[in-house]
């Protein structure tokens, strides 16, 4: 595999880890302003849980990606 698309693959891993991030975090904040609104959720601590699960998984995995594949010179 070439550098550049070396690159460009862990460009798009990571880019998915924080748009995975971003999306539990809003779903975090409608659950803390409006949880008479989520009407599927009657457990919302659950719910909020549940993405704060999923924030620490794609943590993780940009940690991972990070520290053990290092952009190549």
């Known amino acids: 595999m070439s550098c550049n698309l070396r690159k460009q693959t862990l460009d798009a891993l990571r880019s998915q880890c924080k748009g995975n991030i971003d999306k ?3 779903n ?3 659950y803390l302003h409006n949880p008479v609104g989520i009407g ?3 457990d919302v601590l659950a ?3 549940e993405q704060v699960d999923l924030i620490a998984k794609e943590e993780e ?3 991972v990606i990070n520290n ?3 952009e190549q010179e």
Request: glycine share 0%; hydrophobic share 45%; net charge neutral.
């Open 61 to 63: 995995r940009l940690h």
């Open 28 to 30: 975090v904040e409608i």
């Open 47 to 49: 719910a909020i849980q």
């Open 68 to 70: 053990y594949f290092t």
């Open 40 to 42: 599927e959720h009657p």
């Open 24 to 26: 539990a975090r809003v």
